[in-house]
T-cell receptor, first 113, second 112 residues
Framework: ETGVTQSPTHLIKTRGQQVTLRCSSQ?????VSWYQQALGQGPQFIFQ???????GRGNFPPRFSGLQFPNYSSELNVNALELDDSALYLC????????????FGSGTQLSVL | DQQVKQNSPSLSVQEGRISILNCDYT??????FLWYKKYPAEGPTFLIS?????DKNEDGRFTVFLNKSAKHLSLHIVPSQPGDSAVYFC???????????FGAGTILRVKS
């Protein structure tokens, strides 16, 4: 059984650029959630996708957007990067949208200079 | 507005002794609570959970206690092992919720 995989593992961008992060969900899981973990803080919910539709969004501006594909993999896109976007971005999958037990990937460490 | 708080940034315990990690929450709509463990360069991994209808849940060396009236939960690890050294996150979700709300984490160091 393949777990949640994220790419890339590390990324360096400059302010104002755009970035796309990718996530492959665990086999059999149809729900993907994205979290941002800033240094010294816990993960913070960005949004969730269930069967290719957004199923809830946290307190993040519209320049954070996402997609889920028919194979349930997902992308997180961030436009107009700001210095405060520097963080670990975690993708988590679950068997269904009502399941709180999330399986996390190792994350993408984004640095914005 | 921190709805889930872990007030101890770090905890150091001797191998074989009990580790107690604490978590407080403010949102009375939370009905499901989880603990995650995170090693460096890895994502958080699920450890143990508890529903609001229970006050205790055990899984091997790990026990979670929930005090709803105090809006407090704790994770007990007995006996603690060096491999338990990690960051522990407390998380909570609402009924029919679609997200987890995490605390800031507690770094546990188990000394051999």
């Amino acid at each position: 059984e393949t777990g949640v995989t994220q790419s890339p593992t590390h990324l360096i961008k400059t302010r104002g650029q755009q970035v796309t992060l990718r996530c492959s969900s665990q086999s059999g899981h149809n729900t993907v959630s994205w979290y941002q973990q800033a240094l010294g803080q816990g993960p913070q919910f960005i949004f969730q996708y269930y069967r290719e539709e957004e199923n809830g969004r946290g307190n993040f501006p519209p320049r954070f957007s996402g997609l889920q594909f028919p194979n349930y993999s997902s992308e997180l896109n961030v436009n107009a990067l700001e210095l405060d976007d520097s963080a670990l971005y975690l993708c988590a999958s679950s068997p269904d949208r009502g399941n709180e037990k999330l399986f996390f990937g190792s994350g993408t460490q984004l640095s914005v200079l | 507005d921190q709805q889930v708080k872990q007030n101890s940034p770090s905890l150091s315990v001797q191998e074989g002794r009990i580790s107690i990690l604490n978590c407080d929450y403010t949102n009375s709509m939370f009905d499901y609570f989880l603990w995650y463990k995170k090693y460096p360069a890895e994502g958080p991994t699920f450890l143990i959970s508890i529903s609001s209808i229970k006050d205790k849940n055990e899984d091997g060396r790990f026990t979670v206690f929930l005090n709803k009236s105090a809006k407090h939960l704790s994770l007990h690890i007995v006996p603690s092992q060096p491999g338990d050294s990690a960051v522990y996150f407390c998380a909570a979700s609402e009924i029919e919720g679609n997200k987890l709300v995490f605390g800031a984490g507690t770094i546990l160091r188990v000394k051999s």
